[in-house]
Nanobody, 127 residues
Framework: QVQLVESGGGLVQAGGSLRLSCAASGRTGSTYAMGWFRQAPGKEREFVAAISRSGTNTYYADSVKGRFTISRDNAKNTVYLQMNMLEPEDTAVYYC????????????????????WGQGTQVTVSS
């Protein structure tokens, strides 16, 4: 099984930055299509960003476009989410997700399109 572990969350002031990491283990011989999702208290889990297996294609939710950047380092089996200009509305538990079967250039934006999930990391943005 593939295990995903998020890290890098914490408390930050509005306007600040954080970089989340998602380390994959267990079946790291292959690359995966990856995504980041988040869930705020009392809200549905929502899509944040996605990156293809090749790393060449990315896609962002409108709410974070221009502020967040998803990237990957296949040599380290790690996917990152650089979050800049954070707002209180960004407060949520952030989850990374992986999909094994995917064309090299595909990105996925729906929860149901992923099969492996991390346990999440808390991001809190104070005003």
């Amino acid at each position: 099984q593939v295990q995903l572990v998020e890290s890098g969350g914490g408390l930050v002031q509005a306007g600040g930055s954080l970089r989340l990491s998602c380390a994959a283990s267990g079946r790291t011989g292959s690359t995966y299509a990856m995504g980041w999702f988040r869930q705020a208290p009392g809200k549905e889990r929502e899509f944040v960003a996605a990156i293809s297996r090749s790393g060449t294609n990315t896609y962002y939710a409108d709410s974070v476009k221009g502020r967040f950047t998803i990237s990957r380092d296949n040599a380290k089996n790690t996917v990152y989410l650089q979050m800049n200009m954070l707002e209180p509305e960004d407060t949520a538990v952030y989850y990374c997700a992986a999909r094994i079967i995917a064309l090299a250039t595909r990105v996925f934006t729906s929860e149901m399109q992923y099969e492996y999930w991390g346990q999440g990391t808390q991001v809190t943005v104070s005003s």
